[in-house]
């Protein structure tokens, strides 16, 4: 079976080696309110604002604590690796898992998306769309991956 848009299989090893460590400090970043000043460095901005009673700006070069950004990003390539790389053997039935997990993933994001519209206000919804960003491909790869082993230990070889 040949999905275009998949990764070569390879990329998933790459993968957790970055969303492995990349979580780890995502952990200790948010339990510390993402106020760590590491990492200062300039960076072109399409759009950038510096402060509640300053003007903003389009286009130009601002400094910037890259620190979460650069955890974040390091986050999304890893999982995106680990999410959409092939399997070492492709065939319908993980064509059609992975389906299904990426609906399930959908399906979960956005009913606790709803739950947070309804039940969250003020600046906590802030922090609610933050992590928002990142629950689909977390329950994507959950569920793919949990599924994949459950079934692997449950099938025997068809051999």
């Known amino acids: 079976m040949n999905i275009p848009l998949l990764l070569h299989h390879r990329f998933k090893r790459m993968g957790w080696c970055l969303l492995i ?8 970043l948010a339990a510390n309110g993402f106020n760590k000043e590491w990492l200062n460095m300039h960076v072109f ?3 950038y604002d510096k402060g509640i009673f300053s003007n903003g700006g389009a286009f130009d070069w601002v400094e910037v ?3 979460n950004t650069l ?3 390091i986050w999304l390539i890893g999982a995106l690796m680990v999410g959409f790389s092939k399997e070492k053997l492709e065939d319908e039935f993980i064509a059609n898992l992975r389906l299904s997990s990426l609906l399930w993933s959908v ?9 947070s519209y309804i039940f969250i206000y003020g600046f906590p919804f802030l922090n609610v769309m933050l992590y928002n960003m990142f629950t689909i491909l977390i329950i994507f790869i959950a569920r793919f991956n949990f599924i994949l082993y459950r079934s692997s230990k449950m099938v025997p070889d068809e051999k």
């Not at 460590?21 to 200790?28: D, L, M, Q, R, Y």
């Open 107 to 115: 399906w979960i994001n956005y009913l606790l998306l709803l739950v």
């Open 21 to 28: 460590p990349a979580t780890i400090v995502g952990i200790f």
């Open 65 to 67: 604590k890259a620190g």
């Open 71 to 73: 955890v974040a990003v």
């Open 45 to 47: 901005a399409f759009w």
